[in-house]
């Protein structure tokens, strides 16, 4: 079953279309990326999505029911912009969140001991929240969010402003969520973490969907010419491999070759080979994330499905 489906949805402020008409299913389980350039819509459809908005035209369908028949308490959200209140507790922040999703008073207890336990904050309980650091912060935000183990979680830029250690923190208290039955929506600019998190994406851009699909399938479709080359010694001045070759750059464990148009990565490896190159690995790249979001958004690439 769909967590989310989005049936002709529009919305529109003045002379400003925000979002299209836009049709978009997100299934029930694992990690979903709704990216985007700043401007694209995103923001727009997130705010339906949590029915602060109203469409225009359209349906939003959660688990099948229309979203205004669907409880808050099925939904967790962490805003970019933060939203405590910084002078509560802590400890008095996290169960008021709690109480407000549906929790009973020792549940939402219970939560708050667990869930500062596994981000390293429990001695933070009884301090105000603006005797926090920002990431302590961001932390508390995530916790709000995914206490109550809602069924959709809605996460915008989470992890931004943190360090490499919280960031792997964060990632690992979203696949535990993830684990517990919670769908989960990311909206981020951070295409690593998409490539490492997500299984399905949708990106967005002038208010309408221009690439869905699975990440792998993505990044395979939209295939580069580039090849990673491992190999002993130095490569030959002279060869046909060399007629096969636009450009080159040293990489970590061997060089990394863009091939010209027409070039197949099977005749460039057996080019190498023939002018005595000893190969040790040979790799075709695929493009990352970051490569196919600049190459849609900017219209050098077409948009679509990644998958029927």
Known sequence: MDALQYSGVAKRFGDVQAVKPLDLSIPEGGIFGLLGPNGAGKTTLIRMTLNIL???QGLVSVF?????ATPDSHFGYLPEDRGLYPK??????LRFFGRSKGLSSREADAR???????LNLSEWEDKKVDNLSKGMQQ????LTALQHRPKIAVLD?????????NTEVFIQFIRRAMEQGTTVILSTHQMSQVEQLCDRIALINKGEVVLKGHVKEIRKNYATRDAVVSFTGDLPEQGEWRNL????NREDGGVRFTLKEGAPPSRFLAALVES???????EEAQASMHEIFIRVVTGKEGGGDAVA
């Open 88 to 93: 509560m507790k802590v400890g008095d922040l």
């Open 157 to 165: 830029e989470p992890f931004s402003g943190l360090d490499p250690v």
């Open 139 to 142: 932390k508390i935000q995530l």
């Open 245 to 248: 070759v636009a450009a080159s």
């Open 276 to 282: 005595g190159v000893e190969v040790t690995g040979f």
């Open 112 to 118: 708050v001991k667990v869930g500062l336990g596994e």
């Open 64 to 68: 099948g029911e229309a979203r205004s």
């Open 54 to 56: 109203v469409p225009d």
